[in-house]
């Protein structure tokens, strides 16, 4: 009674300071989502200590529960803990990411040790652990589901991964390390923000515009300077550079590793992963890499065929500065999509408006799995360009909350994804509690009257997303620690990339895909040219993933950030003992001569702006796109075989895979659903890369 007396005058004194704290109670109105319009910057701090408190004091509870350790008064309640937490980093993280103004950065950059150091407080505890290791030595004598178990092993995890059996002094070190890392990575991310905005503001486009700038530029000496200013990013000695920050990171990541017993990063990363181990992922990418090279070579010479006529028609000089280069690669590559398929970006365009592609969205998951979607003029949300829907089940029963917002701010950062402002999960009384999920893009915008038209690979962009956010809203576990995306990283990307599949299939698209003027449905005759030249350039887009998911790789095996001055990567500052650090520069130049990358390509993302895998969550963990697609491609074999609207089939994946969350081993759902193990060349055939 006394802890519940003292939280309360806590939360009291606290909404005092601000009025009214939205963070402190949950959201009844605004459909359950957060209360944008109520929220102020000067709230998440004193909202973050609170949540911290409140969550302490009930692992606090756990550990002086006098009765013998069951899985509802240790790992449920466990599970249960964080309420405001919850809340109130939702929000922060998902605002700092799409409007991550300087005010929203200093928040951040404030309450991030915070977090870290009551992260560890929780996994470095030795009587909660105490607790948790009981149950986890007897967990198959204590009937448990298997969610249950699932949660019991993930928590578990965590305490060994954060080093509880380390020693005092490898436990304070292993503090000060994620301290460090939660700071510097996200420095990285604001420094690459800041390094795409400099780069809008240099040629007048955002960094999401750049390859179809590149596309339709036919100026190459200005095709070559976008390349090195977009390729350059972090890589400019100016304050935003992150070459220094890249070795930090990885000097403490392998620190880390070393000191749970690991030999590098990726041996502890990869170790609860489905590829399990760097041998495994290296070989994987190796199958994919070779044959993938080796259609790029082709790709080259159909382009060069072109360049030669411009050659001949005095466009460019007849001397040996006239072959393909890197920046010449998606100019041509779409020269050679026109001559041989008749298809170009703005014969396509004015069918593909925004809303009208998300309108397809929705109708695809309504066709698939029975979901309605309404739209909430009324609901508050964090930006103009954000729009929010009610989705619901066939029978009307609530599946969540779903908010878009698809457009370039400078202070968004690039790219596109899927989060959570609120997981699903059920309370101790049985109460469901569905989702708040947010999609987030960089599209192509509105201009002047014509509205947002996207291009092919954008309209693909928002399926992928959207499978995402099915992953989230299906979500049917009970428990926070495994609901929704909660998974291996290597699975994640499943839902995601089997719903591109459905994106330009002939019946998907007469059903969204009107022109933004005429209404008129998109032509068989486009419609067809869409499809056949579909695996058109696979060659160099398989190449540059495999080559940023090899790069990751590389980063993620090292032992050391320091070198012998003969290394061929060593740089020219010296480390101490006769070391050298390494060049990031020269490191990603060595790993691509080794991996046999031909110089007309680049990593998809090289070193200095590869954001994935310094800020998002994805180290030693980019493989993932390709090792889900293998399952997602052999997946939609099945669809194909069984027709890509199969009621049966579809809802078999739903059960199976998007409302499970990792309740179970990814394998084993996989399994039920499929009927049987993926086939790996199932990528290859879908890439065309193989018959």
Known sequence: MKRIIIILAMMMSMAGCNKVNPFLFEWKSNYGMPPFDEIREGQYVLAVKMGIRQQASDVDAIIANGEEPTFENTIAAYDRSGGTLDRVTGVLFNLSETDGTPSMQKIVERVLPMLSEHNDNIFMNPYFFDRVKYLYERKDTLGLTREQEMVLDRIYDNFVNNGISLDEAGQARMREINQELSS????????????????????????????????????????????????????????????????????????????????????????????????????????????????????????????????????????????????DWFYYAEKVRERKYSLNEAETKPYFRMENVREGVFANAHRLYGLNFEKLDSVQVYHPDVEAFRVTDSDGTLIGYLMTDYFPRSTKRGGAWMNNFLPQYVDRHGDDHRPVIVNVGNFSKPSGDTPALLTLDEVGTMFHEFGHALHGLLSQCTYKTVSGTSVARDFVELPSQINENWAFRPEVLATYARHYQTGEVIPDSLVAKINAASKFNQGFMTTELAAAAILDMKWHELTSVEVQPDCPYASDIAAGDGMRLIDPVKFEEYVCRQMGLIDEIIPRYRTTYFNHIFNSGYAAGYYSYLWAEVLDKDAFELFMKRGIFDRRTAMSFRHNILEKGGSEDPMVLYRRFRGADPDPAALLRARGLAD
């Open 184 to 327: 510097l990575t996200y420095r990285f991310g604001n420094n690459l923000l800041a390094e795409n905005n400099a780069f809008a503001d240099r040629f007048g486009i955002s960094v999401s515009e750049y390859v179809s700038e590149m596309a339709s530029c036919s100026d190459r000496a200005r095709r070559e300077e976008m390349f090195r200013a977009y390729s350059s990013r972090g890589n400019n000695g100016n304050r935003n550079d992150t070459k220094r920050l890249i070795l930090d990171i990885m000097r403490l990541r392998i620190e880390k590793a070393q000191l749970l017993g690991y030999g590098t990063p990726a041996d502890q990363i990869l170790s609860d992963k489905m590829a399990h181990d760097a041998a495994t992922v290296n070989a994987f990418l190796g199958k994919i890499f070779t044959p993938a090279v080796a259609r790029a070579e082709e790709e080259i010479a159909d382009m060069q065929a072109i360049m030669d006529e411009d050659v001949a028609a005095g466009l460019l000089p007849d001397d040996s500065t006239s072959v393909i280069r890197p920046w």
